[in-house]
């Protein structure tokens, strides 16, 4: 059978393109044609190069991963690794969908008669049947998308909490948020978020009020039985979060708190409550951020 090199490479950059493009809506990242075409190129001329070369290094599976890192990061430029990491998930997974969706076509259209040689498919098909398998895979991940956003419900992961702080308690309504990793940077005690506002009874208003010029090192406003009663049970807390790139969280240790869940109660003694001066969930139905707790 005869392999058109060009065949190859337009096939490839058709699929890498849409789906980078999936990629980037599936994880609402802003999306540039150009770059995605790059990208897309890049994608194809590995897959020509791969298919010449036919050498087991080249088209193994450390330069495959390799490939998809390259093409993300170009696709989309983000530094951050866990979103690269997020990012890389979904481009396999988009992949895997829309592999099977097209292969699957090919298989019906083709009754049976296909091989892979070299990575590549090979078959008495066209584009157009590639294409034909890309768009109904799409569309079986965008309905089951769907399908699982609407029996998860964000209500599903509020709970109510309660902290206690120098024998004193507060209950509030609080959200786990498994992307929430925000930690003490020396201890590596988690930390909870919770808006300051609601610590009032809990912690003087003294902390409260002047915690902006605590994070910055000034204590005179800070009266001495205050200082010494709540100065080694604060932290400062580093975060990229929140709205803010480089931010700063004023910490207070606290005694324990308890996390109702569906069928019990846990209660965690190593936490460290961060003081957020504003609303966390601008509709009020949560006040506190969770993360993964132990």
């Given at each position: 059978?005869?392999?058109?090199?060009?065949?190859?490479?337009?096939?490839n950059l058709i699929l890498n393109f849409i789906i980078?493009?999936?990629?980037?809506?599936?994880?609402?990242?802003?999306?540039?044609?150009?770059?995605?075409?790059?990208?897309?190129?890049?994608?194809?001329?590995?897959?020509?190069?791969?298919?010449?070369?036919?050498?087991?290094?080249?088209?193994?599976?450390?330069?495959?991963?390799?490939?998809?890192?390259?093409?993300?990061?170009?696709?989309?430029?983000?530094?951050?690794?866990?979103?690269?990491?997020?990012?890389?998930?979904?481009?396999?997974?988009?992949?895997?969908?829309?592999?099977?969706?097209?292969?699957?076509?090919?298989?019906?259209?083709?009754?049976?008669?296909?091989?892979?040689?070299?990575?590549?498919?090979?078959?008495?098909?066209?584009?157009?049947?590639?294409?034909?398998?890309?768009?109904?895979?799409?569309?079986?991940?965008?309905?089951?998308?769907?399908?699982?956003?609407?029996?998860?419900?964000?209500?599903?992961?509020?709970?109510?909490?309660?902290?206690?702080?120098?024998?004193?308690?507060?209950?509030?309504?609080?959200?786990?948020?498994?992307?929430?990793?925000?930690?003490?940077?020396?201890?590596?005690?988690?930390?909870?978020?919770?808006?300051?506002?609601?610590?009032?009874?809990?912690?003087?208003?003294?902390?409260?009020?002047?915690?902006?010029?605590?994070?910055?090192?000034?204590?005179?406003?800070?009266?001495?039985?205050?200082?010494?009663?709540?100065?080694?049970?604060?932290?400062?807390?580093?975060?990229?979060?929140?709205?803010?790139?480089?931010?700063?969280?004023?910490?207070?240790?606290?005694?324990?708190?308890?996390?109702?869940?569906?069928?019990?109660?846990?209660?965690?003694?190593?936490?460290?409550?961060?003081?957020?001066?504003?609303?966390?969930?601008?509709?009020?139905?949560?006040?506190?951020?969770?993360?993964?707790?132990?």
């Amino acid at each position: 059978m005869t392999i058109y090199l060009d065949v190859i490479f337009l096939e490839n950059l058709i699929l890498n393109f849409i789906i980078l493009l999936a990629v980037g809506i599936e994880t609402k990242t802003k999306i540039k044609f150009i770059k995605i075409t790059l990208s897309s190129i890049v994608g194809s001329t590995y897959a020509v190069i791969a298919y010449m070369l036919n050498n087991s290094f080249f088209n193994g599976i450390f330069m495959k991963i390799l490939l998809s890192v390259v093409m993300i990061y170009i696709a989309y430029e983000t530094n951050n690794v866990k979103k690269l990491l997020k990012m890389i998930l979904y481009f396999y997974l988009t992949s895997f969908a829309f592999g099977g969706g097209a292969l699957a076509l090919i298989y019906i259209v083709n009754t049976g008669k296909i091989s892979i040689q070299n990575g590549i498919i090979q078959g008495n098909y066209t584009i157009l049947t590639i294409m034909m398998g890309v768009i109904i895979a799409f569309i079986v991940l965008i309905m089951a998308f769907r399908l699982i956003k609407s029996k998860i419900s964000k209500k599903d992961f509020i709970c109510n909490i309660e902290i206690k702080i120098e024998e004193k308690n507060i209950s509030t309504k609080a959200m786990i948020d498994t992307g929430n990793l925000l930690k003490e940077p020396i201890t590596n005690i988690p930390v909870v978020v919770v808006e300051s506002n609601l610590l009032k009874n809990i912690i003087p208003n003294e902390i409260l009020e002047n915690i902006d010029s605590i994070l910055g090192g000034d204590l005179s406003k800070i009266p001495e039985n205050i200082k010494n009663q709540y100065f080694l049970k604060m932290r400062v807390i580093p975060f990229t979060s929140l709205g803010k790139e480089n931010g700063m969280l004023l910490g207070i240790k606290a005694q324990e708190i308890k996390i109702e869940e569906v069928n019990e109660t846990r209660k965690i003694e190593k936490v460290i409550i961060g003081l957020y001066n504003k609303k966390i969930n601008k509709r009020g139905e949560y006040h506190a951020l969770i993360g993964l707790l132990p």
